[in-house]
């Protein structure tokens, strides 16, 4: 069996295996899911899930892709922004938004970051 921090790949549907850290190490949440544009092949945000206890009280937030960075030795990604950043960022509890160019143009506004344009990607 390949020792998981060794592989380079990772299934989307294995995505939520993926622990999220802060810059300091601490424990944030973890990988929900990636957001993949389905004509370039490309992630252009990881939406994390934080909180809740046994699938209960989680919340969803969308992070553009560029915000996270990956630690191999740890096998984690680490959000680059203050946690307080993050939490206070666009997100839901239950139902998922319409993630359409508005919603896109929301994301990147508030992580003050370029806005992918999907509507041409």
């Given at each position: 069996?390949?020792?998981?921090?060794?592989?380079?790949?990772?299934d989307s549907?294995?995505?939520?295996?993926?622990?999220?850290k802060s810059r300091?190490?601490?424990?944030?949440?973890?990988?929900?899911?990636?957001?993949?544009?389905?004509?370039?092949?490309?992630?252009?945000?990881?939406?994390?899930?934080?909180?809740?206890?046994?699938?209960?009280?989680?919340?969803?937030?969308?992070?553009?892709?560029?915000?996270?960075?990956?630690?191999?030795?740890?096998?984690?990604?680490?959000?680059?922004?203050?946690?307080?950043?993050?939490?206070?960022?666009?997100?839901?509890?239950?139902?998922?938004?319409?993630?359409?160019?508005?919603?896109?143009?929301?994301?990147?506004?508030?992580?003050?970051?370029?806005?992918?344009?999907?509507?041409?990607?």
């Amino acid at each position: 069996m390949t020792d998981p921090a060794t592989q380079r790949l990772i299934d989307s549907n294995r995505a939520d295996a993926m622990k999220v850290k802060s810059r300091d190490g601490d424990s944030v949440g973890s990988v929900h899911a990636f957001m993949i544009d389905k004509r370039s092949g490309r992630t252009l945000y990881a939406v994390l899930a934080i909180g809740g206890f046994l699938g209960i009280g989680k919340a969803f937030y969308p992070l553009p892709f560029g915000l996270l960075s990956f630690d191999a030795t740890s096998d984690t990604y680490v959000v680059t922004i203050d946690r307080r950043v993050l939490e206070g960022g666009p997100s839901w509890a239950n139902t998922a938004p319409v993630f359409d160019q508005a919603y896109a143009d929301r994301v990147a506004k508030y992580y003050d970051v370029a806005v992918e344009d999907l509507s041409v990607i």
